[in-house]
């Protein structure tokens, strides 16, 4: 992911965005922070509602993001993730 960050934030290299954008970036690869929690519980919260509206909508199942997918996927965030989840009442 870092290396894919980078490279898109060459891309606006020198712009006035630039440290406010890699500011913002540097809060999501952690929940240590009020930040990073946010955004990574509304993240993770975003993806298993997506899942739950394809499953209504598509008869895919929310069981298949979650295990075939791996939707919740294995990582230094996986734990507040789950957490997440259970507090947010979802799968």
């Known amino acids: 992911m870092h290396r894919l960050f980078e490279r898109e ?3 606006i290299a020198g712009h006035p965005v630039e440290p406010k954008v890699r500011q913002a970036l540097a809060v ?3 929940a240590e922070t009020p930040e990073g929690q946010a ?3 509304s993240d993770v919260i ?3 509602l997506q899942m739950r509206h394809y499953d209504r909508v ?3 199942t929310v069981d298949q993001a979650m295990d075939d997918l791996e939707l919740v996927h294995a990582g230094p965030l996986q734990a507040f993730h789950d957490s997440v ?3 947010a009442g979802l799968p």
């Open 85 to 87: 989840l259970r507090e």
């Open 9 to 11: 934030l060459n891309t």
């Open 28 to 30: 999501i690869g952690n």
């Open 58 to 60: 598509a008869a895919f």
């Open 46 to 48: 975003d993806r298993v």
């Open 39 to 41: 955004f990574n519980a």
